[in-house]
C-alpha cells in the first residue's frame, strides 16, 4: 500500500519569513495529493490540493509543488501570519480509490 | 446540511462497553469515510462507503469495528467490547466525486473516544 513520509515534524517561523514542508510517497500510482491545517481540537481543513497532471498550484500565499519523478510534493507558505499556527498533514490517493493516506503531521509555529 | 456533523462529541467508555459513533454528511455526498486519529498522529483510513455499499473496510483494525450506512447518508460506527488502545479521535468525511476524480474531502469535528 501507499506509504507517506512527512518532514519535517515540527518547524518554527519567524512572522513574515517563508515555511515549506516536504512529504514523499511510495506508490507511483497516486495522483492526488491534498493538503489539510488542523488546528488544535479542530478538524482538518483542505487548504490546497494538486494533481498529477500540473507541477505547481498557487492560491494566495500557498503553494503546492510536485515532482512525480522523485515521488515528492511540497506545501510553500510565504508571508506568515500568526494564524498559520498549526498542524499541517500532507495526504495522497489515485484515481478510484479515494481512500487517503496521511503523513505524519508537522506542527508549524508562527513567532510573532 | 451545511457541513459533516458527528456525534457525540465526547465519548468515555468502561472498558468492555460498546460504543456506537454518528455521522451526518452534508446532503448528497456520495463517499463516506471514517478515520481514526491518534494522539499526535495523523488520520489513518477505517473504512468507506459509496452510497450505501461498503467499498473498502481494509482499515478496521479488528472484528470488534464495524460500520454501516444502510440509507446512503447517516452512517454508523460501532465498536464492541472497547480496549484502551481504541481511544483516539473518530474523524468521519465525505466528498461528491463525479466517479472520474478525487475531490478533496470535508471532515467532521470528530468524536474524541476516551476507554478507562
Known amino acids: 500500500g501507499e506509504n507517506v513520509e512527512q518532514h519535517p515534524s515540527t518547524l518554527s517561523v519567524q512572522e513574515g519569513d517563508s515555511a515549506v514542508i516536504k512529504c514523499t510517497y511510495s506508490?507511483?500510482?497516486?495522483?492526488?495529493f491534498p493538503w489539510y491545517k488542523q488546528e488544535l481540537g479542530k478538524r482538518p481543513q483542505l487548504i490546497i490540493d494538486i494533481r498529477s497532471n500540473v507541477g505547481e498550484k498557487k492560491d494566495q500565499r500557498i503553494a503546492v509543488t510536485l515532482n512525480k519523478t522523485a515521488k515528492h510534493f511540497s506545501l510553500h507558505i510565504t508571508e506568515t501570519q500568526p494564524e498559520d499556527s498549526a498542524v499541517y498533514f500532507c495526504a495522497a490517493s489515485y484515481f478510484g480509490n479515494e481512500k487517503l493516506t496521511f503523513g505524519t503531521g508537522t506542527r508549524l509555529t508562527i513567532i510573532p | 446540511g451545511a457541513g459533516v456533523s458527528q456525534s457525540p462529541r465526547y465519548k468515555v467508555a468502561k472498558r468492555g462497553q460498546d460504543v456506537a459513533l454518528r455521522c451526518d454528511p452534508i446532503?448528497?455526498?456520495?463517499?463516506l469515510f471514517w478515520y481514526q486519529q491518534a494522539l499526535g498522529q495523523g488520520p489513518e483510513f477505517l473504512t468507506y462507503f459509496q452510497n450505501e455499499a461498503q467499498l473498502d473496510k481494509s482499515g478496521l483494525p479488528s472484528d470488534r469495528f464495524f460500520a454501516e450506512r444502510p440509507e446512503g447518508s447517516v452512517s454508523t460506527l460501532k465498536i464492541q467490547r472497547t480496549q484502551q488502545e481504541d481511544s483516539a479521535v473518530y474523524l468521519c468525511?465525505?466528498?461528491?466525486?463525479?466517479?472520474?476524480?478525487?475531490?478533496?474531502?470535508?471532515f467532521g469535528s470528530g468524536t474524541r473516544l476516551t476507554v478507562v
Open positions: 506508490d507511483s500510482a497516486s495522483n492526488y
Open positions: 446532503s448528497g455526498h456520495v463517499s
Open positions: 468525511a465525505s466528498s461528491s466525486p463525479t466517479g472520474e476524480e478525487n475531490y478533496g474531502y470535508t
